[in-house]
């Protein structure tokens, strides 16, 4: 701060210093000479814009930041997201009173002068001067665009914004070099509606479309006298002047402008003063901004949305580019999200699964032969407050969901069979699927072999005792039947699973690719996404087509023009006859096995149920030939067994994939579906194989397809079928063994400390 003489004025000294920096400011404007790119005045300091002889196309047309407009599949709004809320509007769509309101208190000879108003630079001076202080500014409107122009670019990079802000000599008539090429380009009129739609009016509002909305609940073009003079008199320092938190000094500042306007000659004094009687009178609209406000419980997929535009390159080469251009925002995104079905969605999660409950739930619908994500939601809602969460359950880490998944358990074995079945295996295959086995000594890869040399063997069960062999595949697939898979899975080796599963777009919940082991490609032990089952599944109703999920239908940019957006790729997984097997295999489990209350009564349906160890997560994961969902129930971060737990205000005493997932599938799929077509599966006829009277013991062996070879079922040479090798480190759900390639780090979800100590092999993976 200057230092004064005793009398409070300026010395002689300093005041002749600030004559000669305005009057050697003066000389360079009026000159309009290139300055030098170095020397005293700074001009190669940081923070200067390069080419200083050349003005920048974006300060003729500023690429401002806008809202971001997210709609559903039929136009209806979702969400608004910004990083600055701003709606730029047309001079023409701004009241005249604003237009005449912020030219009078900022800048009153706008209309008069160039660029520069040399006459309000020395008027400055002089009272600058006079007080010893900083009184009077000088910068007309058209260096404040300017200044505004660069602050727009910074964004909210602090260093970029002090840079663009900087009081030193250098910057200021860098400013003042612009301007008057500004107002060459693009005259007096373009360059307030510019300004008016660039300046920043505080409670987040930027450009007077913005600030009229957000204080009046109105047009800017509506905009009183009163008003306008309110707003116009916030730019100066919308802190200060904020009339929502301090109206007596907004009340003020409103009117000097009023009396401004009077001496100037826009209002006459009796208007002035009529006006300056009217107390304010706010219409307060508070700032929506941002995913948590999307309706019907569309949070998470809105979230979704914003993920994919920041990694598609469809919308950018770089992160940074993407970036750039989202933060822009003045995007209309068209999405996939059907209303009819994500309104279902959040009536079924609703209704069985509560926010407080110590579990949650998250469904995902997704079409058939499209790709397109029909419907996303979860119990627990988008928000930071109790019980909601900012992570997305239905989706992979990298796009905003947990770290790896949730293992899926049994709803794996459809991937396994439909392997099968494309290598050759008959639908009718029959294993002899004893209660309990060990894992098989070794298993075929893609690599190196799988062997158990776990100390005791690796072992595993069926969910109940009454499920011995045995089976046929139909049988095993409608009773969950754990040893027929494991037996499968030695038969035809675990290759063709990896394959079938990469064909499917099938990657745990971190992104990576699934493990060789028999409990991951059996049972289901390691963590995927309901996105990526529901679109994994769409598959077998698509008839054996793949297609990657989609959110994105369309986009266009503030100017109108439409964006490139990431099609859905579609691919043959699996022939048709396969697809139709495994359809036909899945109409059994919600006919007659364990996925019977999720059964649709008016349609086609098929599905299968998941319960895993411990019982720390439940999966329905079933299709229509017209929609395809899956539907998880656990803790997120695996903490809690869903024993003699209450869910939705029902007391479970054990929860099964069929019981909780299954009637929120079912719910969800009814109201998606109501009105809509209901098209047949292709199907395909399974025998059951004939056994002998009295023959149950020994019927059939791996690979024999029922014939009987004369040795018990699951038997190894010189031992009891199934023998138990010391123990059963598995065991009953509860088991806590761990099993190769299965154990996660601990915590599924960031700041979690949930652990997968538990979460092995065991082969507890029941319906």
Same mark, same amino acid.
């Given at each position: 701060?200057?230092?004064?003489?005793?009398?409070?004025?300026?010395?002689?000294?300093?005041?002749?210093?600030? &004559?000669? @920096?305005?009057?050697?400011?003066?000389?360079?404007?009026?000159?309009?000479?290139?300055?030098?790119?170095?020397?005293?005045?700074?001009?190669?300091?940081?923070?200067?814009?390069?080419?200083?002889?050349?003005?920048?196309?974006?300060?003729?047309?500023?690429?401002?930041?806008?809202?971001?407009?997210?709609?559903?599949?039929?136009?209806?709004?979702?969400?608004?997201?910004?990083?600055?809320?701003?709606?730029?509007?047309?001079?023409?769509?701004?009241?005249?009173?604003?237009?005449?309101?912020?030219?009078?208190?900022?800048?009153?000879?706008?209309?008069?002068?160039?660029?520069?108003?040399?006459?309000?630079?020395?008027?400055?001076?002089?009272?600058?001067?006079?007080?010893?202080?900083?009184?009077?500014?000088?910068?007309?409107?058209?260096?404040?665009?300017?200044?505004?122009?660069?602050?727009?670019?910074?964004?909210?990079?602090?260093?970029?914004?002090?840079?663009?802000?900087?009081?030193?000599?250098?910057?200021?008539?860098?400013?003042?070099?612009?301007?008057?090429?500004?107002?060459?380009?693009? /005259?007096?009129?373009?360059?307030?509606?510019?300004?008016?739609?660039?300046?920043? &009016?505080?409670?987040?509002?930027? @450009?007077?479309?913005?600030?009229?909305?957000?204080?009046?609940?109105?047009?800017?073009?509506?905009? +009183?006298?009163?008003?306008?003079?309110?707003? %116009?008199?916030?730019?100066?320092?919308?802190?200060?002047?904020?009339?929502?938190?301090?109206?007596?000094?907004?009340?003020?500042?409103?009117?000097?402008?009023?009396?401004?306007?009077?001496?100037?000659?826009?209002?006459?004094?009796?208007?002035?003063?009529?006006?300056?009687?009217?107390?304010?009178?706010?219409?307060?609209?508070?700032?929506?901004?941002?995913?948590?406000?999307? !309706?019907?419980?569309?949070?998470?997929?809105?979230?979704?949305?914003?993920?994919?535009?920041?990694?598609?390159?469809?919308? @950018?080469?770089?992160?940074?580019?993407?970036?750039?251009?989202?933060?822009?925002?003045?995007?209309?995104?068209? =999405?996939?999200?059907?209303?009819?079905?994500?309104?279902?969605?959040?009536?079924?999660?609703?209704?069985?699964?509560?926010?407080?409950?110590?579990?949650?739930?998250?469904?995902?619908?997704?079409?058939?032969?499209?790709?397109?994500?029909?419907?996303?939601?979860?119990?627990?809602?988008?928000?930071?407050?109790?019980?909601?969460?900012?992570?997305?359950?239905?989706?992979?880490?990298?796009? @905003?969901?947990?770290?790896?998944? &949730?293992?899926?358990?049994?709803?794996?074995?459809?991937?396994?069979?439909?392997?099968?079945?494309?290598?050759?295996?008959?639908?009718?295959?029959?294993?002899?699927?004893?209660?309990?086995?060990?894992?098989?000594? +070794?298993?075929? $890869?893609?690599?190196?072999?799988?062997?158990?040399?776990?100390?005791?063997?690796?072992?595993?069960?069926?969910?109940?005792?009454?499920?011995?062999?045995?089976?046929?595949?139909?049988?095993?697939?409608?009773?969950?039947?754990?040893?027929?898979?494991?037996?499968?899975?030695?038969?035809?080796?675990?290759?063709?699973?990896?394959?079938?599963?990469?064909?499917?777009?099938?990657?745990?919940?971190?992104?990576?690719?699934?493990?060789?082991?028999?409990? =991951?490609? =059996?049972?289901?032990?390691?963590?995927?996404?309901?996105?990526?089952?529901?679109?994994?599944?769409? %598959?077998?109703?698509?008839?054996?087509?793949?297609?990657?999920?989609?959110?994105?239908? $369309?986009?266009?940019?503030?100017?109108?023009?439409?964006?490139?957006?990431?099609?859905?790729?579609?691919?043959?997984?699996?022939?048709?006859?396969?697809?139709?097997?495994?359809?036909?295999?899945?109409?059994? !489990?919600?006919?007659?096995?364990?996925?019977?209350?999720?059964?649709?009564?008016?349609?086609?349906?098929?599905?299968?149920?998941?319960?895993?160890? %411990?019982?720390?997560?439940?999966?329905?994961?079933?299709?229509?030939?017209?929609?395809?969902?899956?539907?998880?129930?656990?803790?997120?971060?695996?903490?809690?067994?869903?024993?003699?737990?209450?869910?939705?205000?029902?007391?479970?005493?054990?929860?099964?994939?069929?019981?909780?997932?299954?009637?929120?599938?079912?719910?969800?799929?009814?109201?998606?579906?109501?009105?809509?077509?209901?098209?047949?599966?292709?199907?395909?006829?399974?025998?059951?194989?004939?056994?002998?009277?009295?023959?149950?013991?020994?019927?059939?062996?791996?690979?024999?397809?029922?014939?009987?070879?004369?040795?018990?079922? /699951?038997?190894?040479?010189?031992?009891?079928?199934?023998?138990?090798?010391?123990?059963?480190?598995?065991?009953?759900?509860?088991?806590?063994?761990?099993?190769?390639?299965?154990?996660?780090?601990?915590?599924?979800?960031?700041?979690?400390?949930?652990?997968? $100590?538990?979460?092995?092999?065991?082969?507890?993976?029941?319906?």
């Amino acid at each position: 701060m200057p230092k004064k003489r005793s009398g409070g004025g300026l010395t002689t000294t300093q005041q002749a210093a600030k &004559f000669l @920096g305005v009057a050697a400011l003066s000389g360079v404007v009026l000159a309009g000479i290139a300055l030098p790119a170095a020397g005293a005045l700074g001009l190669a300091t940081k923070g200067t814009v390069e080419g200083f002889d050349e003005i920048p196309a974006n300060l003729q047309t500023p690429p401002l930041s806008q809202r971001t407009t997210i709609l559903d599949s039929k136009g209806g709004m979702i969400a608004s997201v910004y990083s600055r809320d701003r709606t730029v509007v047309k001079l023409k769509d701004i009241s005249p009173y604003m237009q005449k309101a912020i030219v009078a208190i900022e800048d009153a000879r706008f209309y008069k002068h160039g660029a520069v108003d040399l006459k309000g630079i020395l008027r400055a001076l002089n009272r600058n001067v006079q007080t010893g202080g900083t009184a009077q500014g000088a910068s007309t409107l058209t260096q404040q665009y300017v200044k505004n122009v660069f602050v727009e670019e910074a964004g909210d990079d602090p260093d970029k914004v002090a840079q663009a802000t900087q009081q030193t000599l250098g910057r200021k008539i860098q400013e003042l070099k612009y301007a008057i090429q500004v107002e060459e380009k693009l /005259g007096k009129k373009r360059i307030l509606t510019n300004y008016l739609n660039i300046t920043f &009016f505080g409670q987040q509002a930027y @450009g007077v479309e913005a600030a009229s909305q957000r204080y009046f609940s109105k047009s800017a073009k509506d905009l +009183t006298l009163e008003e306008s003079a309110l707003l %116009a008199g916030i730019v100066q320092s919308p802190s200060r002047y904020d009339p929502v938190n301090d109206p007596a000094e907004a009340t003020k500042r409103r009117n000097t402008v009023l009396q401004r306007m009077a001496d100037v000659g826009d209002i006459t004094q009796a208007e002035a003063d009529k006006a300056k009687a009217n107390p304010i009178k706010l219409k307060v609209k508070k700032p929506k901004n941002g995913c948590i406000t999307a !309706v019907s419980g569309a949070g998470f997929f809105c979230d979704y949305v914003r993920n994919v535009f920041l990694t598609d390159p469809a919308f @950018g080469k770089t992160k940074e580019d993407r970036a750039k251009v989202w933060n822009r925002g003045g995007l209309t995104v068209r =999405t996939t999200l059907d209303p009819q079905s994500q309104q279902s969605v959040q009536n079924s999660v609703k209704s069985h699964v509560y926010k407080s409950d110590k579990v949650a739930t998250a469904v995902t619908l997704v079409q058939p032969g499209t790709g397109k994500i029909m419907g996303m939601g979860q119990s627990k809602p988008y928000g930071f407050g109790s019980n909601e969460t900012q992570y997305n359950y239905s989706v992979d880490k990298s796009m @905003g969901g947990s770290n790896y998944g &949730f293992p899926t358990g049994s709803t794996f074995k459809p991937f396994l069979a439909a392997a099968a079945i494309e290598g050759g295996k008959p639908a009718t295959q029959v294993y002899p699927s004893p209660y309990e086995m060990d894992y098989p000594d +070794t298993v075929r $890869s893609c690599g190196k072999p799988w062997v158990n040399d776990g100390v005791p063997k690796y072992h595993l069960e069926n969910e109940s005792e009454s499920e011995k062999g045995p089976y046929a595949l139909k049988q095993a697939m409608e009773k969950s039947v754990n040893t027929y898979f494991v037996q499968m899975l030695q038969d035809i080796g675990m290759c063709p699973v990896s394959q079938m599963t990469d064909k499917l777009g099938v990657v745990q919940g971190d992104g990576t690719k699934l493990p060789q082991n028999p409990s =991951t490609l =059996t049972l289901g032990s390691n963590g995927l996404s309901p996105l990526t089952m529901a679109s994994a599944y769409a %598959a077998f109703a698509n008839r054996g087509t793949y297609c990657t999920p989609i959110a994105i239908e $369309s986009v266009k940019a503030a100017d109108g023009t439409s964006l490139p957006v990431p099609k859905t790729s579609c691919s043959q997984a699996m022939s048709q006859t396969t697809a139709d097997t495994i359809n036909t295999l899945l109409r059994g !489990v919600v006919d007659s096995g364990t996925g019977q209350e999720a059964g649709l009564d008016s349609r086609d349906n098929a599905g299968k149920t998941g319960t895993t160890d %411990a019982r720390k997560n439940a999966w329905f994961v079933g299709y229509t030939p017209n929609m395809s969902g899956a539907v998880w129930v656990g803790s997120p971060s695996q903490s809690v067994e869903m024993e003699r737990i209450t869910i939705g205000g029902v007391y479970q005493d054990k929860v099964y994939g069929g019981q909780v997932p299954g009637p929120i599938w079912r719910d969800a799929m009814t109201g998606a579906l109501n009105g809509v077509t209901a098209p047949a599966f292709n199907t395909v006829d399974i025998p059951d194989p004939q056994r002998d009277e009295g023959d149950d013991e020994d019927w059939g062996n791996p690979g024999t397809n029922g014939s009987k070879p004369g040795g018990k079922p /699951g038997g190894k040479p010189g031992g009891k079928p199934g023998g138990k090798p010391g123990g059963k480190p598995g065991g009953k759900p509860g088991g806590n063994t761990p099993f190769p390639g299965m154990s996660l780090p601990s915590g599924l979800l960031g700041g979690n400390n949930g652990d997968h $100590s538990g979460r092995t092999n065991s082969g507890t993976q029941g319906p």
